[in-house]
Each structure stands twice: as structure tokens, then as C-alpha cells.
């Protein structure tokens, strides 16, 4: 029985997945102030509605719980947008061309900042250096960043600003490249080495930072993200200047989606000062919130600096790189269970999980108290004992399937055969009671949910390869996929109860498809345009 009210919207005619157990399906919905006042029948809604009520006829359109990103980068989207696109380069030669196009078309530039170059994809499997950048410019720093942002290349011009030489030793969780010849640094850049050149860019005005929230935000929303949960915060020295962006576009009415920031702060110094600014303001407007500490343990797969417990099996010299040590890793974690601030950590490699894991489990044992959802972000190359422990401890892991249609063509070379049988495993973190959430890790990959759900649900590439799916074990259903992206994601950062389905009581926030994601062929998502994205005022 529904009680009576005013209902301010009333949207029918519609096929609405609810994803709430108790009414999977509705035809519509009545929203007031911002929230959902009742789903049901047609009949049921349009009884609510007054002099006042506004009414949109669907005409069978689908209706989804707004999609939700549990993991991304919305300013480096924005930047990414703003700079030099490098995810079109095949080769050297159109890192540099497209470079080289950049800088006519922006003369005034004083450093040429690209990201999006994967080596997987070039014909010589080969990273650029800085000899290649010196072609885009010898007076300007060209800095460009691989498609993970776990590697960069810098230009002479670059690592003479950073006083980078051959004498330089390897900063702490970082490497430079060498000419094994001569010692001379590459250009080529490893994790906190990268950092060595990227303190040195200018840091972005409160006005810069805005401008690109709002091309990464509109992004977002055109895809039918209602919600994002992105790492935008990077240490203190940025801190005050992208707090006061988010807030001032919120204040302004500019955010059309709602966003949680997770904060990298890798020193106790630095998450302790965040914790007390947290402490201080849990909320910078009405769609943005303080969310988790994010820290790194690795890099990345492509780049074979995610720690492996073993040597990569297509270069037995490195097993990856770790970021912190083990006691490292276990200070932070302990100083925010204290805090009770929840923890999600990037953990790709096998070594990097056993560290996580281990990290958690003291800082529960530590500090029973800690109501937080420790997340583990990526967990890739996964062995089955540890997800059983992950399942044990109550480990959310944030998952990104639109990696797989990339990195499908390499995991085993670098990993072997043996270690790939576990990874990226989906359908198995389900089947142990893993609670898992959808992201994108954006602008590494698109932030595309429709696409995410593809991947999830056929394990392929965009071209249909393999044709049953990689490891087609572990792939998800299309209800599964939805629900990454929407329950999933809500749960992960302690919103079900606000967010993730269509129910009375929560946040107005959904989708307008033009057909139901969960019926269409799977490729059909890769086509699928978003019609409409609400989120409720």
C-alpha cells in the first residue's frame, strides 16, 4: 500500500529495474525532493499525481538505478581531455605526431602534458624516451604518461628541470631507466620516480582545476554515472587548492553528478593532517563528500611493476616493484583504523595482495572497533588461498572489468599460464561471498559503465576475441554486471542505503536506456547510448 503524497515527478510507461530483492520490476516511478516517493505500477503513480506534478511518458524505455564508478580519476580525466591524447598512438612516430600537433595548435604552452600511450598495442612493443620527446621539443618539458599512470617519459628538457643524471639515485619505490651502457637516464620513468618530474609542473589554479571537473563531470554523466568515487586527492601540497574547486562547482549548482574523494596521503604526516581536515568537513557541498584513504602498493601489469610472488615469466629479471614495505603499509592502515577512515588500497600483483591482506587483518585485530570496509582496488593476479582470506575478513574488492578486453592479450605472457587461472576472478570472489564493486580506474580505461558490463559479462575484447571469453569461467551474468556498477559500488563505500537501487526513500538517481541492458545481446552495450541521467536535487 502506498501512502499518500505529493509527488513532485512521475515517470511511466517505463521498464524499470529496480534491483531491490523485493520488487525487481516496476512500470513507474514518483519522485519528491529529490528522492524516490514510490515505485509500481503505472496505475499506482499516476493516482499520485496533482495540479503540480510533472509527468514523463517513457514509452518503454528502460529505467536503471543510476550508475555508480567505484574507482576513477575525474580530474586526470579532465586533464587527460585538456592535453595531448595519446590513446590513438600505434607507434613511437604518433606519440610524437600527435605531440607535435599539440604544441602547434597551443604555442603558448609553457609544459606539453600527455597521457594514454600503451606499448602493448605498438608494432615494437616499445616505450618511448626521451630522445623520441626531444623531437616534440627541446626548450619545452614534455612529460607524457602510459595508459596505467604507473609510467612516465620525460624529455631532456624535462629531466634537466628535475636535475635528473646518470648519477641519480633510484628514489624509494620508484626506478629510473638507464642506458645499460652508459648509466644515462632513458627518460623512461618507474612509479615514485615519475614523481621527481611531475612536483615540478606547475600546480593548477583553483579555476584550472574547475574548468577540468567540469569537462571530466559532463563526461560522466553523458555515460549515465550518477555517482563517482574517484582518487582526486594526492598528497598535501594540491590539497587545499582541489577541495576548494569541488566546493565552489558544488556551491555553484556546476556538479551534475555526485562524487566521493578518495585521498592518497602516503606519509603518517600527511594522513594525519587529512584526517583531522575530514574530521573538520566530512562534506564539501550537497554532491561531494571525503571518502577513504587510497594507497598504492604497486604499479601496473603493463608495465611489470605490480608485485609478483614470483619473477614475470617474460622477463624473469624484475618480479615488480613494491611501493612501501610491509611496516610501512601496516602504520598507515593502523593510524586510520584508529580513525575509524576507511582504507582502499591498489593492489594488482600477487605479492602486493599478500601484503594488503596481511595489513588488514593486523589493523582489525588492532583496532576492533573499525567499522570500515577495508577495499582492495584491482585485484588482478589473484590466487585462490587469498581469496579465501579476503572473503574471511570481509575485503570488498574493487574490480575494473574494462581491463580485460586490454590486457587479455598479454596477462599470461607476463604472468604464465599458471598464475592468469585466478585472475581477474569474478564469478569465484562471488561464489566465496566477496563483495565486489564496478569502477573503471578512468582515464586508464573509459569510464563507459555500458561498456564495463560488456566486459564483465563476455570477458572479450571489443572485436569479440576470444569467442567464448577469456577464462569464460568467470564471467558474469548481465543482472551481476548491472549490479557491479549500481549495489555494488553503493555498498563499497557504505551508501546502500541512500544509493545503488530504485526503492522509496533513496536518492532520485537513475538512468534513461533505450533498452534494458540485461536482455540485449551482450554487444548491443557496446553501442547502447545513454538518453537520460538524473540525479535528484
Not at 84 to 106: F, P, W
Not at 114 to 124: L, P, S
Not at 502 to 518: C, H, N, R
Request: net charge negative.
Amino acid at each position: 500500500m502506498i501512502a499518500p503524497s505529493t509527488a513532485t515527478q512521475v515517470f511511466y510507461n517505463a521498464r524499470i529495474i529496480t534491483l531491490d530483492p523485493s520488487q525487481p520490476r516496476a512500470e513507474a516511478m514518483a519522485l519528491a525532493g529529490g528522492k524516490i516517493l514510490a515505485v509500481g505500477s503505472n496505475e499506482e503513480m499516476l493516482a499520485l499525481v496533482t495540479q503540480e506534478t510533472k509527468t514523463h511518458d517513457l514509452q518503454g524505455q528502460t529505467v536503471v538505478p543510476g550508475f555508480n564508478d567505484s574507482h576513477m580519476h575525474l580530474i586526470n580525466l579532465g586533464q587527460y581531455m585538456d592535453g595531448v591524447d595519446l590513446t590513438k598512438a600505434r607507434s613511437i612516430s604518433d606519440v610524437n605526431r600527435l605531440g607535435q600537433e599539440y604544441v602547434e595548435k597551443n604555442p603558448a604552452k609553457t609544459w606539453i602534458i600527455g597521457r594514454g600511450f600503451n606499448d602493448e598495442m605498438f608494432d615494437t612493443k616499445a616505450l618511448p624516451t626521451k630522445a623520441d620527446l626531444d623531437q616534440i621539443s627541446k626548450k619545452v618539458p614534455v612529460f607524457f604518461t602510459r595508459v596505467c599512470g604507473h609510467i612516465a617519459v620525460a624529455n631532456s628538457k624535462a629531466l634537466e628541470l628535475a636535475g635528473i643524471t646518470s648519477n641519480t639515485p633510484n628514489p624509494p619505490g620508484g626506478s629510473i631507466d638507464r642506458n645499460p651502457a652508459t648509466g644515462e637516464a632513458t627518460g623512461v620513468l618507474r612509479e615514485n620516480a615519475i614523481d621527481l618530474v611531475r612536483t615540478l609542473i606547475p600546480s593548477p589554479t583553483v579555476e584550472d582545476l574547475k574548468r577540468v571537473i567540469r569537462i571530466a563531470s559532463q563526461k560522466a554523466a553523458s555515460l549515465g554515472l550518477t555517482s563517482v568515487q574517484s582518487n582526486d586527492l594526492h598528497g598535501t601540497r594540491t590539497l587545499i587548492n582541489r577541495l576548494e574547486a569541488y566546493a565552489q562547482l558544488d556551491e555553484a549548482g556546476e556538479l551534475p553528478i555526485r562524487v566521493e574523494l578518495q585521498s592518497t596521503m602516503p606519509t603518517p604526516e600527511e594522513l594525519k593532517m587529512y584526517i583531522e581536515i575530514r574530521r573538520k568537513h566530512p562534506n564539501l557541498g550537497t554532491r561531494v563528500t571525503l571518502g577513504p584513504l587510497k594507497l598504492f602498493t604497486d604499479g601496473s601489469l603493463g608495465g611489470r611493476t605490480a608485485a609478483l610472488s614470483h619473477p614475470y615469466a617474460d622477463d624473469p629479471s624484475t618480479s615488480g616493484m613494491a611501493i612501501f614495505s610491509q611496516e610501512e603499509l601496516d602504520e598507515l592502515v593502523l593510524i586510520a583504523a584508529q580513525a575509524n577512515l576507511p582504507v582502499a588500497i591498489h593492489a594488482i600483483g600477487d605479492r602486493a595482495m599478500d601484503m594488503v591482506i596481511d595489513s588488514y587483518e593486523k589493523a582489525k585485530l588492532a583496532e576492533p572497533g573499525w567499522t570500515s570496509r577495508p577495499r582492495i582496488i584491482h585485484a588482478q593476479i589473484t590466487r585462490y588461498d587469498q581469496l579465501q582470506r579476503m572473503a574471511k575478513l570481509g575485503i570488498v574488492c574493487d574490480i575494473q572489468p574494462i581491463f580485460v578486453p586490454t590486457d587479455l592479450h598479454f596477462v599470461e605472457t607476463r604472468v604464465g599460464a599458471e598464475s592468469a587461472k585466478y585472475s581477474y576472478a569474478w564469478k569465484t570472489m562471488g561464489e566465496l561471498g566477496i563483495h565486489t564493486a564496478g569502477g573503471s580506474d578512468c582515464p586508464v580505461e573509459s569510464c563507459n559503465p555500458l561498456w564495463g558490463m560488456h566486459a564483465a559479462i563476455t570477458r572479450q575484447d571489443q572485436n569479440g576475441y576470444p569467442k567464448e571469453g577469456w577464462h569464460p569461467a568467470e564471467r558474469l551474468t548481465a543482472e551481476e554486471a548491472l549490479a557491479l556498477f549500481t549495489t555494488g559500488s553503493a555498498y563499497a563505500a557504505h551508501e546502500e542505503e541512500i544509493k545503488g537501487s530504485l526503492s522509496a526513500g533513496k536518492l532520485a538517481d537513475f538512468v534513461v536506456l533505450p533498452e534494458d541492458p540485461t536482455e540485449v545481446p551482450p554487444e548491443r552495450l557496446l553501442t547502447m547510448e545513454v538518453i537520460a541521467t538524473h540525479v535528484g536535487d
